[in-house]
């Protein structure tokens, strides 16, 4: 997957939109199948970890226009171990457009809304961005990485701009599918590079 333009470069613009149209073909079994492999891979490794905080995106549905591998029942499960989990809120506040992700605890899918763009979120009190200070590990999004770390993002800089509230020491982790993984991602020095990468065949450590 290296869309490139006139240039012979590989635009941001031309692989997410490869990876968007591929997403959207992707068979809904495979989606389940792929997720499932994803949230038992995240379970194993976390297997041996006493119960701590972990910051996961909580992912759009199938049948969105941006679809993306599943975390509501990976959240779920996370939470029903014992961990507590802190989940992006996105929705404007009273004074307007947010600028970074706020957080919330996530205390089960029943209590979850729509929030921007149809993107759930805990309907519990914001914690401030600065709540991903207490994440142990953060599981995020995006639609392309690299065996070095490098990280594309959906567009918008929400989770670059969310992970410098992180902690030092502290993990970042990107889910993707297995042809999303490149060789090469056209990067700029913002893009916050991360430490692993959860495919559905297995766990990627990031030099």
């Given amino acids: 997957m290296t869309p490139t333009g006139p240039d012979g470069r590989t635009s941001k613009q031309d692989f997410r939109s490869q990876v968007l149209a591929a997403r959207q073909q992707r068979p809904a079994h495979q989606r ?72 919330a605890w996530f205390t089960g899918p029943a209590d979850l809304r729509p929030g921007l763009w149809g993107i759930p979120e805990p309907t519990g009190p914001a914690l401030g961005a600065e709540a991903l200070g207490q994440a142990d590990l953060v599981l995020c999004s995006g639609l392309g990485g690299t065996r070095e770390g490098g990280r594309l993002g959906v567009g918008g800089g929400w989770f670059d701009r969310a992970l410098a509230h992180r902690r030092p020491g502290c993990p970042a982790w990107l889910l993707l599918n297995e042809d999303e993984l490149v060789d090469e991602l056209p990067l700029e020095p913002h893009d916050v590079r991360v430490d692993g990468i959860v495919l559905p065949s297995g766990f990627v450590p990031c030099d």
């Avoid at 199948?33 to 976390?46: E, I, N, P, W, Y």
């Avoid at 972990?54 to 679809?67: C, D, E, G, N, W």
């Fill in 32 to 103: 389940l199948a792929d997720d499932r492999a994803r949230t038992g891979l995240v379970l194993r490794l976390l297997a041996e970890v006493e119960p701590s905080t972990i910051a996961i995106y909580l992912s759009t549905q199938p049948h969105a226009k941006r679809p993306e591998p599943g975390t509501i029942e990976l959240a779920t499960a996370l939470w029903t171990l014992g961990h507590r989990v802190l989940a992006p809120v996105l929705s404007p506040t009273d004074e307007g457009p947010r600028h970074a992700p706020d957080w």
